[in-house]
């Protein structure tokens, strides 16, 4: 369990708000953001740029309110729901109108008949029904701005439940209302502490149990200002509260737990205007398993989606990523509290070497940087610490120095290092008066630097004065129980921050028209068929996608020619719609060096593909292209997020070793660059075994215009595969030598 991790505001756009709780709104866009009143840009393909904000204020601090099925009858679960909404009405100021056909008063309360006789427009209409629908068409009259429905029995039932669940938001959506829900919850109404300060968390949860353990950081004095319980998102979804978060000033960090996402774009969306903002996005997402998949379809009938693209798309528009609950209250407190670094090495200093040195292996295998204090820092270090212990990284203090004054001297001269932006302790467990006083002198010191300063304490007791009143009862020090959460913690701070510092929307540099390549593409495309080799290489060419020199011949005769122009060696493919892996039927040959060769290599792959039933249009004789790095480059439809790009390794490799990396577009030269690097063969780019380097330039360009054309073509294009892309060495560009698309 994280400890407090107060730190002040971070010097993102929430610096600028001294009194957090009551702040007026005041979105903050970026130069390329529309306001919400303007007509947002969409790309080629008529998808938005940029996130639909939603005004939220009035759902999360109504003037009016009407509990619609509202009672008071012991008993009854509704008298249970409608005396908490009673109760947050009023810490909220807000008027509330119980709503029931057969009673005068609730709770004292003038009761209204129906949603007709209600006094006055309400912001917000909390539906106490088994079926919301009809109640939904009544509210259409009345201009309320939100309802929240709790009912389930909708798509995490079924098809019957789904069908419901459609006729419902189709009735939203005429309605002009927003809603939450169905299949909701109370935590939107929960009670928060107005004692805190500092950036708060912000909770988005589709079950609402999974938020409790963040709900609860408020015991530790880690401030919350608002729950969404999403529900089943027939209409509010988790992408509206993300967008409407990033805007408020008090946010530090929005916390997410996450079923199944409604719409893909949408999310990224959101998150590109948290990142705008410098708001961190800290989530888990269920379903990394076939099993959670399965699960989290039957909880909130949705569509889960690849995994492996939803975790790239995440990492792409830089949400954080966790697996579990007790990490996303430990990385979102952190985040939400820390100022930022000044620096990216991290410090780690212990009173034991052995506590010092598993925890360096740890934090090293996770990417964090560990860097060696230079020889005047040491030899400061050793005025305090005996000169036989190491205090290169981690720093070993032997023990007795923290018992006395030399334990602040110590942390002080860390702190002091201009390459030093974290200093982690990790404690093990209480050994007092030692540990005691080495957690006040950290305390201390916290309260004196901009730097980090975090804390594991091991215990498993818990109930020690040094945790509970020292750091727990600090402003400023990260306390955590686990290695593993400080070290998730602290990599994404330290990520967080350089993904937002200078960003750059991806979304900004998205194409607004189509280019010429696709205007000469478009009379290639074959609806609802699968192109050729020969029709698909003509598809990259129109992209400027190099391909070999080649000709599509129909006689033995032609062949021999066509050799000829191309220059031997040459490889010869049978080419048709229907041929996919070519190879598995015998229909390539390669390294052919004479005429008789090319005579006998077409009479055999005429030969093969006539015993196969395969139909043809005809024999590739192509150009052989030998030297140089398979790599394997193409789009995909997601059900999620539409288009997606691939690149790996390509050949054979790409079967065995399942190494790619995925991006949705749009994206930059960056990410491209960015994907080659996560391929954990990405060594192979650089030369290895006297192999020159690859023409990796060469490649970027390739991958940034097949994400030009999967733009482009959007849905239009189900399929596209360049494989293998031979990447010729440094300076000799790319060849597409061989290619398969299917168009939708």
Request: with cysteine; hydrophobic share 40%; proline share 6%.
């Amino acid at each position: 369990m994280l400890g407090s991790t107060h730190g002040t505001l971070t010097t993102d756009f929430r610096a600028r708000v001294e009194a957090c709780g009551e702040t007026p709104r005041t979105a903050v866009h970026s130069s390329a953001a529309p306001s919400a009143d303007d007509a947002l840009p969409v790309d080629v393909s008529g998808r938005p740029l940029h996130a639909d904000v939603p005004d939220l204020d009035r759902f999360f601090r109504p003037e009016s309110v009407a509990v619609i099925g509202a009672s008071d009858a012991d008993g009854r679960p509704n008298t249970g729901i409608t005396r908490q909404l009673i109760a947050w009405a009023e810490r909220v100021g807000a008027r509330i109108h119980p709503v029931h056909p057969t009673r005068a008063t609730v709770f004292g309360l003038a009761c209204h008949a129906s949603v007709g006789a209600l006094p006055e427009q309400v912001d917000l209409a909390v539906l106490l029904v088994s079926d919301p629908l009809p109640v939904i068409e009544e509210l259409a009259d009345t201009k309320v701005k939100f309802a929240v429905a709790f009912a389930s029995g909708f798509a995490e039932t079924g098809d019957a439940g789904a069908a419901a669940q459609e006729r419902l938001a189709a009735a939203v959506e005429r309605s002009g209302l927003r809603l939450l829900g169905p299949n909701t919850n109370l935590n939107a109404f929960e009670e928060f502490r107005d004692d805190l300060d500092g950036p708060a968390i912000a909770l988005i949860t589709q079950s609402g149990h999974q938020g409790r353990p963040v709900y609860t950081l408020q015991e530790l004095g880690i401030r919350l200002s608002h729950w969404a319980p999403t529900g089943n998102e027939a209409d509010l979804e988790t992408s509206d509260f993300i967008s409407y978060f990033a805007e408020r000033p008090e946010v530090g960090a929005i916390a997410c737990y996450v079923e199944g996402l409604k719409d893909g774009r949408s999310f990224l969306l959101a998150a590109d205007r948290a990142a705008r903002n410098g708001v961190p996005v800290v989530a888990v997402k269920v379903g990394r398993t076939e099993t959670g998949a399965r699960t989290a379809a039957s909880h909130t009938g949705k569509l889960t989606g690849a995994d492996t693209v939803v975790d790239a798309a995440m990492r792409q528009f830089g949400v954080i990523r966790v697996d579990g609950l007790d990490e996303l209250q430990d990385t979102a407190a952190l985040l939400a509290r820390a100022r930022r670094p000044r620096a990216d090495g991290v410090v780690v200093y212990s009173i034991s070497g052995g506590t010092g040195a598993h925890f360096s292996d740890l934090a090293t295998e996770a990417g964090l940087i560990l860097p060696t204090l230079s020889q005047a820092k040491q030899d400061e270090l050793h005025q305090w610490i005996p000169p036989y212990l190491n205090v290169a990284n981690p720093v070993d203090n032997g023990g007795h120095p923290v018992g006395d004054w030399r334990g602040r001297k110590i942390i002080d001269a860390i702190l002091a290092d201009p390459e030093v932006g974290v200093l982690i302790c990790p404690i093990t467990g209480p050994f007092p008066p030692m540990s005691d006083r080495l957690a006040q002198d950290l305390a201390d010191a916290a309260e004196q630097t901009d730097k980090l300063i975090c804390v594991i304490w091991g215990s498993p007791v818990g109930t020690e004065d040094a945790y509970r009143t020292t750091l727990l009862g600090s402003s400023r020090v990260a306390t955590f129980r686990t290695f593993g959460n400080c070290i998730t913690a602290v990599r994404a701070y330290l990520g967080h921050h350089r993904f937002t510092t200078g960003y750059r929307s991806p979304f900004d540099d998205a194409p607004r028209t189509p280019s010429p390549s696709y205007r000469k593409a478009q009379a290639l495309m074959r609806p609802g068929q699968q192109l050729s080799e020969h029709a698909a290489k003509q598809l990259l060419r129109a992209y400027g996608i190099r391909v070999p020199r080649e000709q599509l011949v129909t006689s033995a005769a032609a062949a021999v020619r066509a050799a000829g122009l191309v220059g031997y060696p040459v490889v010869m493919k049978a080419s048709g719609p229907q041929l996919g892996h070519k190879t598995e039927l015998g229909l390539v040959k390669i390294g052919l060096t004479s005429a008789s060769q090319i005579r006998d290599a077409y009479r055999e792959l005429t030969d093969i593909a006539r015993y196969e039933n395969v139909p043809l249009d005809g024999i590739l004789v192509c150009q052989m292209v030998e030297r140089g790095v398979e790599m394997v480059v193409g789009v995909t439809q997601d059900d999620l997020f539409g288009p997606t790009v691939t690149v790996g390794l390509g050949g054979v490799l790409v079967e065995v070793l399942h190494d790619a990396a995925v991006r949705v577009p749009p994206f930059g030269e960056d990410q491209a660059r960015a994907m080659l690097m996560e391929l954990r063969g990405h060594a192979l780019l650089e030369g290895v075994r006297g192999a020159p380097p690859a023409d990796v330039d060469a490649l970027v360009e390739v991958i940034l215009r097949i994400q030009r054309m999967a733009l482009e073509f959007g849905g239009e294009l189900s399929e596209l595969d360049i494989n293998p892309l031979m990447v010729l060495p440094r300076g000799q560009g790319a060849v597409a030598l061989d290619a398969l698309a299917i168009c939708r």
